[in-house]
C-alpha cells in the first residue's frame, strides 16, 4: 500500500537530533524483519504498480503449504538471527485466511528467535467482508494494522478505483482500533483539483481520528498503471509541482505540530511509535522477503521471488523455494542503497557506521562540507541528514555527495 513517493522530501519541524535509532546500522546486522508478501486483490486501482493479481479462484491450502516451504528455505539461510518484525504486504493480506497468517507468524517464530516486543503488521482495505476479520487476524498474533483509508471522500475513493465508501472506511478503523493497540493509515493527496484548503481538512480530520502513525503519500504517476495510460490520453492532468510542493510542507508542519512529525519522507508518527520493519529497509538492516514478488536483502545479497503467482506455486513445487534471482551486490550498488535509503529518514544516517561496514567511503566529503556550508545538510556527531531546505533537494543531493 505504499507506492507513492512525493517529489520532494521531509518538510520542516524535524531537526537532525529528534529522533535516534532504536538499533544502531552495525547492530541491524543481527537483527532480522520478514516480509510476506500476498499477492491477490479483488481489483488493480489505477494508481497501483506493485505486484497484485485478481483471480476469481485461489487455492488457499496450495497457498498455505508454499509460502510454508518458501519460508523454510529462507530460514536455512539466515541462522542465528533475532527476528524483530513481519509484515504482510501486498496485494491486499487481508484476504489471507488468518489461519494462514497464524501458521506463518508460527513458523517464523520456530526457525528465528524473536524479540519480545515483535511487530506484526498486515496491510489491510477497509471493506466490511474484511474488516470482519480483524479480530481473527488479531488472535494469529497480527498486532499492528496499516489500513488503506487513502481519502474521507467518496468521489476521490472512486477516482482511485478504492472497493470502499468513506463510511465504509471509518468502520474499519473503529475495528482495527478495537482490534489491536498499534493502529496506523495511509492517505493520498495532490490528487487533480486539490488545493491547501481541501488537504487541510482532511489533515485536521486524518489527526482526530487518534491513531499513532499516518502514511502520507502524493499521488504519483506509475509507468505501466491505468493512471499512465489515462495521462498519456490526456484524461485528467495530474496536479502540478508547485501546488504539490506546497501540500507535502503543509503536511509537514501539520503533523509536526500535531505531534506526529515525519520520521520518514511520507511517514509520521508519534515518538517510540515509527514502523520498526521499515526501520529495518530503511536503515539498511537485513530483511527476508517471500512470496510471489517479495525482496530480501540476505547477506549482502539482493533476492527476488517470481512475480507471476502461478510461475511462484510452480518454482516452490520444484525447487521448495520461489527464488527467481540471487545477485551479491557491490560495494558501490550496497553503499548507493544505503545512502539512498537512509537519507530519507529524519534521523540521517552514522556515516561512520556505514563506512565501517562497507570498509570504503559513501560520501565525497568535500561536497558534503560545501552543502552543510549552503545549509542544505548538517551534521550531528558520526550522523548526517538534510536540513530543512535541503529536503526539498534530497535527489540533487543525493547525485552530488555519493561517492
Not at 488457499?60 to 530460514?75: F, G, K, P, R, V
Not at 493480506?93 to 511487530?119: C, F, G, K, Y
Request: proline share 5%; hydrophobic share 40%; with cysteine.
Amino acid at each position: 500500500m505504499f507506492p507513492f513517493v512525493p517529489s520532494v522530501v521531509e518538510g520542516r519541524g524535524v531537526s537532525v537530533s529528534r529522533l535516534r535509532p532504536t538499533q544502531t546500522e552495525g547492530e541491524g546486522a543481527q537483527s532480522l524483519a520478514l516480509y510476506v508478501h500476498w499477492p491477490f486483490c479483488v481489483s488493480k486501482c489505477p494508481y497501483c504498480d506493485f505486484n497484485s493479481h485478481v483471480r476469481d479462484d485461489v487455492d488457499q491450502a496450495a497457498w498455505h503449504d508454499a509460502l510454508l516451504a518458501d519460508l523454510a528455505h529462507e530460514a536455512a539461510l539466515l541462522p542465528n538471527r533475532r527476528l524483530t518484525s513481519i509484515f504482510f504486504g501486498g496485494g491486499t493480506p487481508s484476504l489471507m485466511p488468518p489461519a494462514t497468517v497464524e501458521a506463518v507468524i508460527v513458523a517464523a517464530q520456530h526457525h528465528w528467535p524473536a524479540s519480545a516486543d515483535l511487530e506484526i503488521t498486515l496491510e489491510a482495505n477497509p471493506n466490511s467482508a474484511e474488516a470482519a476479520n480483524f479480530a481473527d487476524l488479531a488472535r494469529a498474533g497480527v498486532n499492528r494494522i496499516s489500513l488503506g483509508l487513502q481519502s474521507f471522500d467518496d468521489t476521490a475513493l472512486a477516482f482511485l478505483g478504492r472497493a470502499h465508501s468513506a463510511d465504509e472506511g471509518q468502520r474499519a478503523l473503529a475495528a482495527a482500533q478495537s482490534a489491536v493497540d498499534r493502529v496506523s493509515f495511509d492517505m493520498i493527496y495532490a490528487l487533480p483539483g486539490d488545493d491547501g484548503a481541501s488537504w487541510s481538512r482532511d489533515l485536521d480530520r486524518a489527526i482526530a481520528l487518534g491513531t499513532e502513525h499516518l502514511s502520507l503519500y502524493q499521488l504519483t504517476i506509475e509507468p505501466g498503471t491505468r493512471f499512465a495510460s489515462m495521462v498519456a490520453k490526456q484524461e485528467f492532468e495530474p496536479l502540478d509541482s508547485e501546488t504539490s510542493a506546497t501540500l507535502f510542507e503543509l503536511t509537514q508542519e501539520r503533523t509536526a505540530t500535531a505531534g506526529i512529525p515525519a520520521y520518514e519522507i511520507s511517514n509520521h508518527a508519534r515518538p517510540g511509535a515509527e514502523s520498526r520493519h521499515n526501520l529495518t529497509y530503511w536503515r539498511y538492516g537485513d530483511y527476508a522477503g517471500i512470496g510471489p514478488g517479495a525482496h530480501g536483502r540476505r547477506l549482502g545479497m539482493r533476492t527476488v521471488r517470481h512475480k507471476k503467482p502461478e510461475n511462484f506455486l510452480n518454482a516452490v513445487a520444484r525447487n521448495c523455494h520461489g527464488l527467481v534471482e540471487e545477485e551479491a551486490l557491490t560495494q558501490q550498488e550496497g553503499t548507493s542503497e544505503a545512502l539512498v535509503m537512509g537519507l530519507r529518514l529524519a534521523e540521517g544516517i552514522d556515516l561512520a557506521a556505514l563506512e565501517s561496514r562497507f570498509e570504503r567511503p559513501i560520501v565525497d566529503q568535500t561536497a558534503v562540507d560545501r552543502l552543510v556550508g549552503h545549509g542544505l545538510l548538517a551534521r550531528d556527531g558520526p550522523r548526517l541528514a538534510t536540513t530543512e531546505r535541503g529536503r526539498l533537494l534530497l535527489d540533487s543531493i543525493l547525485a552530488e555527495i555519493a561517492a
